[in-house]
């Protein structure tokens, strides 16, 4: 099997990417869907070719990494996700009466609650797209209210469709659509763990922008930039709520999606016969696979990636200095190497005036200098003592 990316003979027209998705994913696997979670990773590394074509295709990344030896531990636990579940429910129980408290509606009866049941998601997107239009409608014409509980929105990632889910949509009186993301961690005295809110804000982004597309063809819609957040309050069951902005986290997420190689690209490279069956391939055959796909690893991978733990060790076997993180990498310039970057400490190669070889003799300098006026800094009995 050819390993070069440039390989791949040309496909016929009538070979369409669905098809061609299939035969990657293996016939009888069913494809894994792109949920928000997922997609803000894959915004998050836009460079990573191998996280783009394995979720384009549908491919059970938990299950490939476990069949390559390097299972990793990202994703939730079923008991956080039990909790979760447990937790929206609550708070969506008697047609979502605390949630709408927390809106400040008091009424529950001047709140429309669209059905949004449609056969597949195809159907469901469109009955989504259908029921924003009549409340945001309703809501100019009579000022009321509607919340449409996981309503599913559809969003073009690299050429590939993407259905999204979000926990729940609220249309105000003003046309202003609000997402409601609901989480099971708690918030306490009015704030959360800032690492799980940022993880928040980031999947509602997703959301946002898949409405935006909704919004841009109906009259009278608008996306509010702030999402509700609803988690439960301090040590209880009880839920609250905090807006959160997410100007921020949808910005970097429409600039990276944007830079994200369409997946019909990635997947013309790819050589004749590739593909990450789990079930019919070996663990040899599918590392072969998945090495046809360039990776962009860093180690903020292990916390978004099923295959971190693969990708990592690879990096390191390759010498890459990816592997010490991006801000490492950028300042390295084109010394993509740690065999390079030693080189260039050294003097034995690099150009003297890129900055970042000059930086790293200079810093070879003063550590060779430190070194040596370090032992006349150092009392006599603490040289002398064995320990």
Known sequence: M????????????????????????????????????ALAALAANPGCRRRAILDGAGVDKTALAAKL??????????????????FEAKVKADGGRELLALLGITEPGTVDLPELAAAGPEGRAARTALALREATAAAATAGRWALLDHPMLALE???????????????????????????????????????????????????VLALEKVAALTEGASVGHQVLLVCPKDFSNLPTASAVDVRKQLSVTRRQLQRLTRIEEIADALPEGVTFDVAECSAEELA???????????????????????????????DAVAALGRSVRGELGGLTTIGDVLAAARGEAGDPDDPAVAALRRARALRAEALAAAPARIPAEVVACPC
């Open 157 to 207: 990632v690299a050429g590939s469709p993407v259905y999204l889910e979000p926990d729940a949509v609220v249309v105000r009186p003003d046309g202003r659509w609000t997402v409601v993301e609901i989480k099971s961690f708690p918030m306490i005295d009015g704030s959360a763990d800032a690492a799980k809110v940022g993880a928040a804000a980031r999947q509602a982004a997703v959301y």
């Open 69 to 86: 030896g390097a299972p990793s531990g990202y994703g939730q636990s079923q008991f956080a996700i039990a909790r979760g579940n447990a």
């Open 288 to 318: 072969s696979a998945v090495e046809c796909v360039p990776h962009a690893y860093a180690p903020e991978c292990l916390a978004a990636c099923e295959l971190a733990f693969h990708c990592r060790e690879r990096a390191r076997a390759a």
């Open 2 to 37: 050819s390993a070069s990316l440039g390989s791949g003979p040309h496909r016929p027209p009538q070979t369409t990417l669905r098809h061609r998705l299939a035969e990657l994913r293996g016939p009888a696997a069913v494809p894994r869907p792109l949920d928000a979670r």
